[in-house]
């Protein structure tokens, strides 16, 4: 279990463009309710995402650290295949996790990292969420 829990999950059916789940994590992260300056978190993320966000085991993990945020934030998605963004040949993006960290704990954004990686070094956790009907269950998985 991560004791990190997503704001925002979604599970996409059929393949999805990453701009369009990055977009749509972005904006489940802003309406979580919790402040932060979005117009500047957003272009920290770009230029995350401008230099490399694959991680392997089908992982997309555009991040942050963003000054004032309190604890880490996150949003998770799932879909057969997350495609437009580079990925090493003969692999697919099927996990997105957004995070947003607060700049001035390197420890808080480690921990969301690792917790993260964790799961999805565990095989049937992966088959799990990509069997995931919803959102919500998708959610319970963490």
């Given at each position: 279990?991560?004791?990190?829990?997503?704001?925002?999950?979604?599970?996409?059916?059929?393949?999805?463009?990453?701009?369009?789940?990055?977009?749509?994590?972005?904006?489940?992260?802003?309406?979580?309710?919790?402040?932060?300056?979005?117009?500047?978190?957003?272009?920290?993320?770009?230029?995350?995402?401008?230099?490399?966000?694959?991680?392997?085991?089908?992982?997309?993990?555009?991040?942050?650290?963003?000054?004032?945020?309190?604890?880490?934030?996150?949003?998770?998605?799932?879909?057969?295949?997350?495609?437009?963004?580079?990925?090493?040949?003969n692999e697919k993006?099927?996990?997105?996790?957004?995070?947003?960290?607060?700049?001035?704990?390197?420890?808080?954004?480690?921990?969301?990292?690792?917790?993260?990686?964790?799961?999805?070094?565990?095989?049937?956790?992966?088959?799990?969420?990509?069997?995931?009907?919803?959102?919500?269950?998708?959610?319970?998985?963490?």
């Amino acid at each position: 279990m991560s004791s990190l829990i997503p704001v925002y999950t979604q599970v996409y059916k059929e393949p999805v463009a990453f701009q369009k789940a990055l977009g749509y994590a972005f904006e489940g992260l802003v309406s979580a309710g919790v402040p932060f300056d979005a117009l500047s978190a957003w272009k920290l993320v770009e230029t995350r995402v401008g230099q490399g966000i694959y991680m392997g085991s089908g992982l997309l993990l555009p991040h942050a650290r963003i000054q004032g945020l309190e604890s880490p934030l996150m949003a998770f998605a799932v879909a057969p295949e997350i495609q437009g963004v580079a990925v090493p040949q003969n692999e697919k993006a099927q996990f997105l996790c957004l995070l947003l960290s607060p700049q001035e704990s390197a420890t808080a954004h480690t921990v969301a990292i690792a917790g993260v990686a964790k799961l999805l070094l565990d095989p049937e956790w992966k088959t799990k969420a990509l069997a995931c009907a919803d959102a919500a269950s998708l959610k319970v998985l963490f």
